[in-house]
């Protein structure tokens, strides 16, 4: 079993920019990646960043340049920077870790972005 545990989301203008942070604990060892999930308003939950253990980190265009991704393996932490946050950006954001027989998630955090 792996737990996660979000913090940082809130609300901000068009332009701004929020750090979310994710905190592992139970069976890490047995995590491969880690990242980040959003889910809009009527909207599939769809990727935001992804980084494998080796470093690797994956990012869909619609984010690519304004967010990034931290993970600090001696923490069991993960974070992500957003920034030239826009309306489009709203959502509830969850942690996601990957293990070799599931997906964890966290309960989610959500991001509002008002114009």
């Known amino acids: 079993q792996v737990r996660l545990v979000e913090s940082g989301g809130g609300s901000v203008q068009t332009g701004g920019s929020l750090r979310l942070s994710c905190a592992a604990s139970g069976a890490i060892s047995s995590i491969h990646a880690m990242g980040w999930y959003r889910q809009g308003p009527g909207k599939q939950r769809d990727l935001v960043a992804v980084m494998t253990n080796g470093g690797k980190i994956t990012l869909p265009d619609s984010v690519k340049g304004r967010f990034t991704s931290f993970r600090d393996r001696a923490k069991n932490t993960v974070s992500l920077q957003m920034n030239s946050l826009q309306p489009t950006d709203t959502a509830v954001y969850y942690c996601?870790?990957?293990?070799?027989?599931?997906?964890?998630w966290g309960q989610g955090t959500e991001v509002t972005v008002s114009s």
């Open positions: 996601n870790a990957l293990t070799s027989f599931q997906d964890y």
